[in-house]
T-cell receptor, first 113, second 113 residues
Framework: SQTIHQWPATLVQPVGSPLSLECTVEGTSNPNLYWYRQAAGRGLQLLFYSVGIGQISSEVPQNLSASRPQDRQFILSSKKLLLSDSGFYLC????????????FGPGTRLLVL | KQEVTQIPAALSVPEGENLVLNCSFTDSAIYNLQWFRQDPGKGLTSLLLIQSSQREQTSGRLNASLDKSSGRSTLYIAASQPGDSATYLCAVINSNSGYALNFGKGTSLLVTP
């Protein structure tokens, strides 16, 4: 069966520090991968998606970047965190684009102080 | 731009009641609509996915309907239980954007014993 992992589970970082969140998927090949953010009082927002190694599409301009160094690994990064980057970050995967269910990881809660 | 609205924002019912959660969306050109469950501080669990050509899907005590032309979906929960307490999220994928799940802000459900 397929599983999706995210770490760390919780992170507290000072403003201006770098960020690296990792997501890995097991039990499937060539998944489509997604990064979402859930900010307080707001709905889930898609940040990035990837259809293959090295292929990243950004949905919104922001202080963050994403990379996919391996087929089942998706990394969310920032060089300098802002207060507004605080939120709950969720990674998801799917087989098809659009027509298939997206399966979500357990999330990383980020607090920027 | 697709807007997804969920009503009510919060709901409290006694155990055993049947209940209906509502979701509306502004752009009817969708690929599919999905209902998710989110427990506090956790990731999302997919409950039901309705393709744009379908009218409803059922899983156990859950039934989701879709009226694409009017931009509405309902999630019906029969014989509610305290374990159903969670936030329920509705999300759609637009036919013309392909990949992004557009989420509502959710309905927070509390089922009291």
């Amino acid at each position: 069966s397929q599983t999706i992992h995210q770490w760390p589970a919780t992170l507290v970082q000072p403003v201006g520090s770098p960020l690296s969140l990792e997501c890995t998927v097991e039990g499937t090949s060539n998944p489509n991968l997604y990064w979402y953010r859930q900010a307080a009082g707001r709905g889930l927002q898609l940040l990035f998606y990837s259809v293959g190694i090295g292929q990243i599409s950004s949905e919104v301009p922001q202080n963050l970047s994403a990379s996919r160094p391996q087929d089942r690994q998706f990394i969310l990064s920032s060089k300098k965190l802002l207060l507004s980057d605080s939120g709950f970050y969720l990674c998801a995967w799917s087989i098809g684009l659009g027509e298939e269910t997206q399966y979500f990881g357990p999330g990383t809660r980020l607090l920027v102080l | 731009k697709q807007e997804v609205t969920q009503i009510p924002a919060a709901l409290s019912v006694p155990e055993g009641e049947n209940l209906v959660l509502n979701c509306s969306f502004t752009d009817s050109a969708i690929y599919n609509l999905q209902w998710f469950r989110q427990d506090p501080g956790k990731g999302l669990t997919s409950l039901l996915l309705i393709q744009s050509s379908q009218r409803e899907q059922t899983s156990g005590r859950l039934n989701a309907s879709l009226d694409k032309s009017s931009g509405r979906s309902t999630l019906y929960i029969a014989a509610s239980q305290p374990g159903d307490s969670a936030t329920y999220l509705c999300a759609v994928i637009n036919s013309n954007s392909g990949y992004a799940l557009n989420f509502g802000k959710g309905t927070s459900l509390l089922v009291t014993p």
